[in-house]
């Protein structure tokens, strides 16, 4: 540990980028670093509100949407797509919604109603809120990357969908960083202590950023540090991990 303090003390000039890649391997198999455990008041992060989303958006189970039929109010409304992936509409009926875009259900639709209903319907199809949620999972765990979660989700039920860690791993230290009140924060967790029972299993939410400690974090966290600003990560996180 006095290695590690020395460097410490040597990288400081160099600036809270490199001292993470520096200390990196300094507390591996224990936990460890300025990131707080135990932190009580890691509030669920700043909510998601999708304004605009991309031509090739799928639509998910649960996700609502808004149909607006012109001129005829009672068939326009807001519609959640069920577990099932189905929409239910007055007169058009059940019409299947899960993994079609915005402008395919708007097809769908419109000739549902010109079918039997509608000459010529104009129809108009609008996301109103998402349920496709996906966190990101990186670091020493077996299969990293962005993960959809559709419902409640802890940190270990996160873990095993990105297949476990592997055997670089520190269970002992596990980030979780999420943006509040549009700051960048972040908390360490034990999956040890976690495993065991004597700590709470924390709830993960859409946009959080899961990394598990090992000795390939280096090249994680020069990924990490390159996708976010500086500024925004480390402040009020203080720096290194």
């Not at 958006?57 to 959640?80: C, H, R, W």
């Not at 395919?104 to 996301?127: F, H, I, M």
């Not at 520190?170 to 960048?184: L, S, T």
């Amino acid at each position: 540990m006095r290695a590690c303090a020395r460097l410490a003390n040597a990288v400081v000039a160099i600036g809270a980028a490199a001292s993470i890649l520096l200390l990196a391997g300094c507390f591996q198999g224990t936990r460890g670093g300025p990131i707080p455990y135990n932190v009580a008041d890691f509030k669920q992060p700043d909510s998601q509100v999708i304004t605009t989303v991309d031509d090739d958006y799928k639509i998910a189970p649960m996700d609502t949407v808004k149909v607006a039929v012109y001129q005829v109010n009672d068939l326009s409304g807001e519609f959640e797509v069920d577990l099932m992936g189905n929409i239910d509409l007055p007169l058009a009926g059940t019409l299947r919604a899960a993994d079609l875009t915005l402008r395919e259900l708007d097809k769908a639709v419109t000739a549902r109603l010109s079918e039997k209903y509608l000459q010529n319907p104009d129809v108009s199809v609008a996301l109103k809120s998402s349920a496709r949620r996906n966190i990101t999972i990186d670091g020493a765990v077996n299969s990293p990357g962005q993960m959809a979660i559709n419902g409640p989700t802890t940190l270990l039920q996160a873990i095993a969908m990105a297949r476990g860690v592997n055997g670089e791993a520190n269970p002992h230290r596990v980030a979780i960083f999420r943006q509040i009140e549009g700051k960048r924060m972040g908390a360490a967790f034990d999956l040890t202590t976690i495993r065991k029972g004597k700590a709470p299993d924390p709830q993960v939410y859409s946009g959080d950023i899961i990394v598990v400690d090992g000795s390939n974090v280096r090249s994680i966290y020069n990924q990490f540090m390159m996708a976010l600003p500086v500024i925004g990560v480390f402040n009020p996180i203080l720096g290194i991990w």
